[in-house]
């Protein structure tokens, strides 16, 4: 149900947060009003811990100094801990992106990935909210790949702020289910759906890090780390919820990418404008022969359906639907494949955008990276027919960064 409370999903057995099971950090200020209600205390105590989680980011309960000494010591000795997603490694790339591995636990052997890309990658050019900003959307091309000469830096707080804007890539499952040809992460499999506060404990995690202010500095979210966001729909929007309302970010500055889960799509239809992000489609084919072949999830959603259902999002003033597209050499990138993406995305009648990433590499997948002419001729096909097309710069590709390279590479 759209804008329910977030009560009780950390505690789900089934989805545990790192062995803690009683984690504060997930629950809403609704649910921690309701439970200061239940104990004897005064509701308004429930708001002073939200605001301590998400604002103050706390990282123990004896923090909470708003809260008297004999309620902390009181909700210790009941068992609850604040229990938020911390960064046990960092990954330094030359061109200032971070990879994360983001613990959920002491107690939980699965690490997720979490990506800071100071400057974003150019996936943002287009989008209303950053209008004004320019762009370089030329495709640097490969370089060489070389993971063993970026130690893990150090997982305290940076301090320093040379970026003027930002975009925090978020991981909604450990591994994925969806099996992309294409993509790192599907290698894994899916290993668990993350709880919400484990999805949104990643954003705060890396936030603090950097040390955002989140009422003056621009940073944007993209749902696109490892996992199908929809395919953990529940979760993935109790952890917009708690994004929205108890951290402050706006959902404008948050995009959910989707392989096309359509039942997800039709529910995400429902969501009210002030909590929904926006909405991308990992195209990725010119057309469901390609697409079935380079993803499988085609056969079950093929495009006519997936488009049928964003057809049923509604829109707000000047909001552009996104149509992620990752070029395989000689397998989606041709300029047969420009022009037949230009009428398909045409065909669609929605406002678009169309993001153009040139794949990046992962041990064990066969496909090439394309050369960087071809990207370009891509994007002038799609321009040359009156749609926005932007070219995803492969930020942190030597850290195993990169869109599509999310995997536990290197054992925490
Ligand atoms: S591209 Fe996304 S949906 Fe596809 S396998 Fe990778 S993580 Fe899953």
Redesign the pocket.
Known sequence: MPGKSNRLLPLDASSPSGGCRKPLFGLDAESLAAYMAEIGEPVWRGVQVSEALYRQWVNDISEITTLPKSLRLRLVAEGWQIARPAIAKAFQSSDGTERYLVECGPADPLAVETVWMPDGDGGEAGDENETGESHDLRCPGSRFWDPGNHDPQPTGRSRKQDWRRATICVSSQVG?A???QF?L??KLGLQRNLNAGEIAGQVVAVLERHAVRVDRDRVNLVFMG???PFLNYDNFMAAVRLLVREVGLSPLRMTVST?GIVPGIERFAQEPLDLRPKLAI?LNAPNDHIRAEV?PINRKWPIGEVIDAVRRVPLRPRERITFEYVLLAGVTDRPEHAREVARLVRRTGLPAKVNLIAWNPGPGIVYKTPESGSVEAFQHTLAGAGIPAYVRQPRGRDIFAAC?QLKRTVEG
Request: hydrophobic share 30%; glycine share 14%.
């Open positions: 994925c969806v099996n992309c993509c992460t599907a490892m996992g199908e392989s990992s993803m599509g």
